[in-house]
């Protein structure tokens, strides 16, 4: 895998969908209302790497999230995005925005007639864009950057006398909330610049609920598509990408502020990338792993479909980077150790990718109780999850290490 030559190429889909293809109203109640506006179109934004008989697609969706039965199979759905590309090789992520429709089969909008058209529109929009993006690769190099932004994020699992509360129940957010942890407020980005100079794509890792505008009966992409909106302005992102971390206990200071909160997170968050320190060009040999795992349901949680629970993992590496894509809504913590437990010189851990499998609370979490841990649709998986997500996800990275040493 060495010295082989890396190219990339990009490529934005619109995936906006009709109003009548609701938001979520309530996850415990399983309810949905149909849009009243669009404030900003959601995107699919497709990063395609190729190295030797390597090539994989990254597609970041302004979604709340998908799984096997919002899609009416997995398979059959990554199967039909491309000729070019191995399902496998396809790793869908998305931003989490609240501001998208109800596509988590948390209520019966999936069944409708406009949701099964919108859904199909998608697969080919996306199929159009990994096309697109294939013939625009262009031999690349690859820069890291790293910088922190302060004042946007926080553990929101605050203990009370009467259990877990969320921060947004608890304002205004006080200097100690703002100060507990495990937070991780680095923004981490991954910049290809073509070999000419040219910017082709720009991926910023950053860890927040994007929640600014939840319940708010527009569409938008919240936080994630107001950065790109500012770093598309400069001559230097080229096509940017959000990747959200394990953000299943992190939240902004306040939720369903509006709009403006939104564009001032996202405003910030681009102003943190322009500001970041940058290493100097990696090298750009790329290798890719993919696995699936079950992991155990919850006794006396329903789960009609148990592939809804069925975990799969994808990671890249170019160089010493690692991208590691998990599934479902996984702590902070978890993350954390990855990231220390890692062989890799860079790892991000990237979640909220592939088919969601609820939240992932740690032990600890569970013993404390709160949303999170459920029991419900949201989170039915059972107390060792994290644990076992942890150890499979450092097991899929020594894989890629070792592959990529072959």
């Known amino acids: 895998m060495h010295n082989k030559v890396l190219q990339a190429g990009a490529a934005i889909a619109d995936i906006t969908p009709p109003l009548e293809v609701g938001l ?43 799984n096997d039965t919002s899609v009416d199979g997995w398979d059959a759905f990554k199967t ?7 399902p496998e090789n396809i790793i ?13 089969a948390l209520s019966e909008l999936y069944l409708s007639d406009e949701y099964r058209k919108w859904l199909y529109e998608i697969q080919q929009r996306i199929k159009i864009a990994i096309s697109a993006a294939i013939h625009s690769v262009k031999e690349c190099y690859v820069s890291i950057g790293s910088t922190k932004l302060d004042g946007y994020s926080l553990q929101r699992r605050i203990p009370t006398a009467t259990g877990i509360t969320m921060s947004d129940a608890l304002q205004p957010v006080t200097v100690e909330m703002m100060n507990r942890e495990p937070v991780d407020r680095r923004v981490q980005a991954v910049r290809f610049t073509a070999v000419d100079g040219r ?10 609920h994007p929640v600014h505008e939840m319940c708010l009966p527009h569409i938008s992409p919240d936080f994630p598509g107001e950065m790109c909106l500012a770093l598309e302005e400069t001559p ?29 997170h996202g405003r910030a968050l681009a102003g943190a990338v322009q500001k970041a320190v940058w290493t100097t060009a990696i090298a750009t040999d790329l290798a890719v792993r993919h696995m699936e795992m ?10 009609s479909n148990p592939l809804d629970a069925l975990a799969r993992i994808n990671a890249i590496a170019i160089g010493p980077l690692a991208i590691l894509f998990l599934p479902g809504e996984p702590f902070t913590a978890t993350a954390m150790e990855i990231e220390y437990r890692s062989p890799f010189a860079y790892t991000l851990v990237a979640a909220y990718a592939e088919n969601s499998i609820g939240y992932i609370p740690t032990v600890e979490a569970f013993d404390a109780g709160g949303y999170e841990t459920g029991p419900g649709r949201w989170s039915f998986l059972a107390p060792v999850t ?21």
Not at 40 to 49: E, G, H, M, Q
Not at 388 to 404: S, T, W
């Open 24 to 66: 979520l109203t309530s996850s415990v109640e399983g309810t949905y209302a149909p849009f009243t506006a669009v404030r900003l179109p959601l995107k699919a934004r497709i990063l395609v790497l190729v190295s030797g008989n390597e090539k994989v697609a990254l597609v970041s969706l302004d979604l709340l999230a998908l």
């Open 80 to 86: 039909g995005m491309s000729a070019e590309i191995a």
């Open 92 to 104: 869908l992520t998305c931003t989490h925005t609240h501001t998208a429709p109800e596509s988590v």
């Open 199 to 208: 910017a082709v794509a720009t991926i910023v890792h950053a860890v927040c």
């Open 236 to 264: 230097w992102a080229g096509m940017p990408l959000f990747l959200n971390g394990a953000a299943g206990d992190v939240n902004p200071p306040t939720v369903s502020g509006g709009a403006e909160d939104a564009r001032r």
């Open 294 to 303: 079950d992991f155990p349901i919850r006794s006396g949680v329903d789960v």
């Open 386 to 406: 994290a644990q076992l997500l942890e150890e499979a996800a450092l097991h899929l990275l020594d894989q890629l290490y070792h592959k990529k040493r072959v």
